[in-house]
T-cell receptor
Framework: GAGVSQSPSNKVTEKGKDVELRCDPI?????LYWYRQSLGQGLEFLIY????????KSGLPSDRFSAERTGGSVSTLTIQRTQQEDSAVYLC???????????????FGPGTRLTVL | GNSVTQMEGPVTLSEEAFLTINCTYT??????LFWYVQYPGEGLQLLLK?????DKGSNKGFEATYRKETTSFHLEKGSVQVSDSAVYFC??????????FGTGTSLTVIP
């Protein structure tokens, strides 16, 4: 079946512009996660959705970052007034839930590489 | 709180050498533990997992045992190949449905 997809795969933007990154999770996966991976770094958690609600937004680096999820499916991560330090690979992952807890692994998308000039 | 600490790299080994990448964790409750692998130019994919103490996860010749007494989940492989060159991430899933990843360990295997 189809895996997690993300678009665009690459995005180059100018400092100060807004960008939107999209994630399509695996059908039926109720949990969706956004991470940021900077060059040579590990995964930085950004936000987690259970259905359409986001019980954990603790990882968003600033108020320039926001995310939403509609219909329990597609999610959009928006970065306003981009800065050079926002350059990174943004990863999305989804996972099915069992009895309110995720016992299963996360399935990752290929990521969006964002470059802010 | 929950966290994962894994061995810093980079690690360089000759083909057929023995591999150990250390991973220790801090968690409340009884987390599930995972190793993910990221091959060059690709996304993260699950390598193996263990969901309770003393479980051993295994895949592609890699193994890791969930050790609650030492809060560890070390990754091992008896004989590495060039194709194992990748970045390896240790992770845990806690009771809050949150996943915590280590910083990753880069492995390069030379012929």
């Amino acid at each position: 079946g189809a895996g997690v997809s993300q678009s665009p795969s690459n995005k180059v933007t100018e400092k100060g512009k807004d960008v939107e990154l999209r994630c399509d999770p695996i059908s039926g996966h109720t949990a969706l996660y956004w991470y940021r991976q900077s060059l040579g770094q590990g995964l930085e958690f950004l936000i987690y959705f259970q259905g359409n609600s986001a019980p954990d937004k603790s990882g968003l680096p600033s108020d320039r970052f926001s995310a939403e999820r509609t219909g329990g499916s597609v999610s959009t991560l928006t970065i306003q007034r981009t800065q050079q330090e926002d350059s990174a690979v943004y990863l999305c992952a989804s996972t099915p839930m069992v009895s309110g807890r995720s016992y299963n692994e996360q399935f990752f998308g290929p990521g969006t590489r964002l470059t802010v000039l | 709180g929950n966290s994962v600490t894994q061995m810093e790299g980079p690690v360089t080994l000759s083909e057929e050498a023995f591999l150990t990448i250390n991973c220790t964790y801090t968690a409340t409750g009884y987390p599930s533990l995972f190793w993910y692998v990221q091959y060059p130019g690709e996304g993260l994919q699950l390598l193996l997992k263990a969901t309770k103490a003393d479980d051993k996860g295994s895949n592609k010749g890699f193994e890791a045992t969930y050790r609650k007494e030492t809060t560890s989940f070390h990754l091992e492989k008896g004989s590495v190949q060039v194709s194992d060159s990748a970045v390896y991430f240790c992770a845990l899933s806690g009771t809050g449905n949150q996943f915590y990843f280590g910083t990753g360990t880069s492995l390069t295997v030379i012929p």
